[in-house]
């Protein structure tokens, strides 16, 4: 991999959550990301949005936090994801990764926000 990109704390707090259908997607504040397969529909959003979505939620996974990759990556880089998660992997820390065309968001539970941060600092991270 070439020179560690920067990254960036992002204020929300996120949740992740297994949907039982899709639903009005307009209506949901903040960002979120939506992935769908041939076996489940996700959905992850700022937490402001837990009332408006509770009647199509399965299951939840509450309170990330992201932690942005400051882009735009090229598609021909390698080893962003890889090396941000060994080293989290590393302090014991689970991640939820999400990625846009742009870039790529780490998410960490906010129990693990500051060791996570931490660990990041320490390898050479620079968040800006």
Avoid at 36 to 53: F, G, H, K, Q
Avoid at 63 to 88: H, Y
Wanted: hydrophobic letters at 45%.
């Amino acid at each position: 991999m070439q020179q560690k990109p920067r990254l960036k704390l992002l204020d929300a707090q996120l949740d992740v959550h297994k949907l039982a259908s899709v639903m009005q997607l307009e209506d949901l504040q903040g960002n979120w990301f939506l992935s769908s397969t041939d076996e489940e529909l996700s959905l992850v959003c700022e937490s402001l949005n837990r009332e408006l979505i509770k009647d199509s939620v399965q299951k939840s996974e509450l309170n990330w936090r992201s932690i942005k990759v400051e882009g735009p990556l090229d598609f021909e880089m390698t080893g962003v994801i890889a090396a941000l998660s060994q080293e989290l992997a590393k302090a014991e820390i689970p991640i939820f990764v999400v990625s846009t065309f742009d870039t790529d968001y780490v998410l960490v539970k906010e129990r693990n926000l500051a060791q996570a941060l931490v660990v990041l600092k320490k390898v050479g991270y620079v968040f800006v």
